[in-house]
């Protein structure tokens, strides 16, 4: 991966070199040979003029026509110029167009329902290519249909790898991920894409309406589905007081938003999608408590029935939870509801302590 990479740029370091070269050398040329053609024009032409071998007329009549023809030459070279850097251009775009996805269909792969599917791992051991350590070791897990599980951990318990490979992001061994009964990978990359929303901790957004960036999933949708899903993801208010509301531009010549409203405007994004899967990956950590509190009441009430995954580091954002495991070096090292998990003891009513020590003060005492 990462030599690929390498590879990758030093072939555009290596156009854009080149690019850099040719078109400087047109930039000096074209307008050295117009003074040149022009020098020797007055100089040749006025000699001939002085020994009577041309009229003046005829010497007028020259001076005319050359400096009539640098502006055309000018605009060859600048035609040239244009054409190099659009072959450079087109080159990386052939480049990007020409890698291959590591993740493939499978054959006989075909669309399926995620609809009412219940969600099962067994014995699932993960390690990234080329990664020394496995990422996930002996994780065995079972979510039926339309609860809600709880996935808490620090920074590098596996959290993400364990709901990508739901994506198929990367392939998990054959046999251990099964969906509705079916090996996942007998399901298209488009069945799982299409009908799970993914909610990463910080989604990106594009330079341009914060409308369409909510509705990137459904192009076509009408603005109170918009809405409805930033209600939700409790970011309507701060839309509203934009000067252009939803239609407002985001990015480079846009606002500016704060970390916790690119969230929630992440948030929203995900929400409109109103999957039959919903993952949120760490994607609350940024708000405030009391936000947080409104968006996980809201979600609650508005996936009844859907599958949820909650991936978080506060415990209040998942201990309604019909399930909730805690993760620790890849491994699942407790599971439970959120009583019988503050009844044990171990990470959670730990980290159970620390949060209501710090929740007073809204602090975030959790290393992220
Ligand atoms: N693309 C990757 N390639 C190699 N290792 C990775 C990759 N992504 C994550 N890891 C490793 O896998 C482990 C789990 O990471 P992750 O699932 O992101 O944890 P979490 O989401 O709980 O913070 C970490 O040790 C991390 O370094
Ligand atoms: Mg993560």
Avoid: C, W
């Amino acid at each position: 991966m990462n030599r690929r990479f390498g590879e990758a740029v030093d072939r555009i370091r290596d156009n854009q070199l080149r690019l850099v070269r040719v078109s400087s050398l047109f930039q000096a040329i074209i307008p050295f040979l117009g003074a040149l053609s022009m020098i020797v024009t007055i100089a040749y032409g006025g000699y001939l003029t002085i020994r009577h071998t041309i009229t003046l007329g005829n010497f007028v009549e020259l001076t005319l026509y050359i400096r009539m023809m640098v502006a055309p030459l000018q605009s060859i070279g600048n035609v040239i110029n244009t054409m190099q850097r659009s072959r450079a251009s087109l080159e990386r775009i052939g480049d990007l167009m020409a890698v291959e996805p590591d993740i493939r269909e499978t054959e006989g792969a075909r669309h399926r329902s995620l609809d009412e599917a219940s969600i099962s791992i067994r014995g699932l051991r993960f390690a990234y290519p080329d990664a020394e350590r496995p990422s996930l070791r002996d994780i065995s897990l079972d979510i039926a249909p339309g609860r809600t599980l709880g996935i808490l951990g620090k920074t590098g318990s596996g959290k993400t790898t364990l709901v990508k490979l739901l994506l198929r992001a990367y392939d998990p061994p054959a046999g251990t991920v099964r969906i509705a009964g079916a090996d996942i990978r007998d399901f298209t990359l488009e069945s799982l894409r299409a009908q799970i929303a993914y909610v990463p901790q910080d989604g990106f957004l594009f330079s341009t309406t914060i409308r369409d960036n909510i509705a990137f999933y459904k192009r076509d949708t009408e603005l109170p589905t918009i809405e409805k899903a930033a209600r939700q993801a409790q970011i309507y208010g701060s839309i509203a007081e934009l000067p252009e509301s939803f239609d407002t531009r985001l990015g480079e010549r846009g606002v500016t938003l704060s970390g916790g409203q690119r969230q929630r405007t992440g948030l929203a994004r995900g929400l409109i999608k109103d999957a039959p899967v919903l993952i949120m990956d760490d994607s609350v950590s940024a708000v405030d408590a009391v936000t947080e509190k409104r968006i996980i009441d809201g979600i609650r009430k508005a996936r009844k029935g859907k599958t949820t995954i909650i991936i978080a580091h506060r415990i209040s954002a998942l201990k309604h939870a019909d399930e909730i495991v805690v993760m620790d070096e890849g491994r699942i090292v407790q599971r439970g509801k959120h009583g019988e998990l503050l009844a044990q003891e171990g990470l959670y009513a730990t980290l159970y302590a620390i949060q209501q020590e710090g929740g007073r003060e809204d602090a975030e005492p959790t290393a992220r």
